[in-house]
């Protein structure tokens, strides 16, 4: 079955640690997206890459990087100079990029910060 | 700028008719989406409007006033597995991330038998 899989479900984190979430698709799409999302606000775009070997930053990218050496793959790392991390983190992807493609989700990853 | 706004939370009845409100404001328009996601859990696609007009998918329809910056989904014949929030969301028009989705802070749909 094609999809989108996000790993793992629930992250617990110390302090000044960084961490990695993993997405991956075999949708075959161009364009991944990485969302966060808190109680009583909508998604928040964190970075998006339209094409293998290039991403660009969202609306909330300080704190946070991401590659995409791979089509199939958008691994998110929170640094330790994300001042809130705690969140449910997105991974979603469309075929193309541009906002006019449904995007299709994957599970999420609540992290939260000890 | 450009903003969505949804109701935060609404009331229905198993079996009852229930709409969900979305307004937006932006310089130009690109089409509404509609999610659904159960609390946890990922936001699934329901519909997509570019055009005026109401488009119907078995119980659930999705309405589009371009002119009123204005689109509601409309739930008939509610069941408890409804219960979840809609999510409302439109491609910016202007500026950083151009095309990419603003998202509405969604609205908590509960259903009481």
């Known amino acids: 079955d094609g999809g989108i899989t996000q790993s793992p479900k629930y992250l617990f984190r110390k302090e000044g640690q960084n961490v990695t979430l993993s997405c991956e698709q075999n949708?075959?799409?161009?364009?991944m997206y990485w969302y966060r999302q808190d109680p009583g606000q909508g998604l928040r775009l964190i970075y998006y890459?339209?094409?293998?070997?290039?991403?660009q930053k969202g609306d909330i990218a300080e704190g946070y990087s991401v590659s995409r050496e791979k089509k199939e793959s958008f691994p998110l790392t929170v640094t330790s100079a994300q001042k809130n991390p705690t969140a449910f983190y997105l991974c979603a992807s469309s075929l193309t990029s541009g906002g006019l493609d449904t995007q299709y989700f994957g599970p999420g990853t609540r992290l939260t910060v000890l | 700028g450009q903003n969505i706004d949804q109701p935060t939370e609404m009331t229905a009845t198993e079996g009852a008719i229930v709409q969900i409100n979305c307004t937006y404001q932006t310089s130009g328009f690109n089409g509404l989406f509609w999610y659904q996601q159960h609390a946890g859990e990922a936001p699934t696609f329901l519909s997509y409007n570019v055009l005026d007009g109401l488009e119907e998918k078995g119980r659930f329809s999705s309405f589009l006033s371009r002119s009123k910056g204005y689109s509601y989904l409309l739930l008939k014949e509610l069941q408890m597995k409804d219960s979840a929030s809609y999510l409302c969301?439109?491609?910016?028009?202007?500026?950083?991330?151009?095309?990419?989705?603003?998202w509405g802070a969604g609205t908590k749909l509960i259903i009481k038998p």
């Open positions: 969301a439109a491609p910016r028009t202007s500026g950083d991330s151009n095309y990419q989705l603003i």
């Open positions: 890459s339209q094409i293998v070997n290039d991403f």
């Open positions: 949708l075959n799409h161009d364009a």
